[in-house]
C-alpha cells in the first residue's frame, strides 16, 4: 500500500472513502535503558536509546494503521497524518 501525508496525488482520483484509522502503539525501554539515558541527558546531546524507540515505535504504528485500512477495504492509498506524544 501506498501512504502519502499530501490530500491529493497528481492524476490520480479519490472515488470512495474509507474513513479514519488508527495505529498506536505505547513501548518502555529497560530501566537500564532508562539509567543511562539520564546519564546522557546530564551531558547533553542526542539519547540514542530514546531514538532508537521512536523509530520503532512510528513504525510499528504505521504496520498498525495499514492493517486497520486492509481491514476497513482500502487497497490502494493512505493518507497518514503521524503524530506523537509523551504519555
Known amino acids: ?5 499530501s490530500e491529493a496525488i497528481a492524476g490520480k482520483k479519490v472515488i470512495k472513502t474509507f474513513g479514519l484509522v488508527r495505529g498506536n502503539t505505547i513501548r518502555a525501554r529497560h530501566i537500564g535503558h532508562d539509567i543511562v539515558a539520564g546519564l546522557k541527558n546530564l551531558v547533553g546531546g542526542e539519547i540514542s536509546e530514546y531514538t532508537k524507540l521512536m523509530a520503532q515505535s512510528r513504525e510499528q ?10 481491514r476497513l477495504g482500502c487497497k490502494r492509498r493512505l493518507k497518514s497524518a503521524p503524530g506523537g506524544g509523551a504519555v
Open 61 to 70: 504504528a504505521l504496520d498498525r494503521m495499514i492493517d486497520e485500512a486492509d
Open 1 to 5: 500500500m501506498n501512504v502519502f501525508t
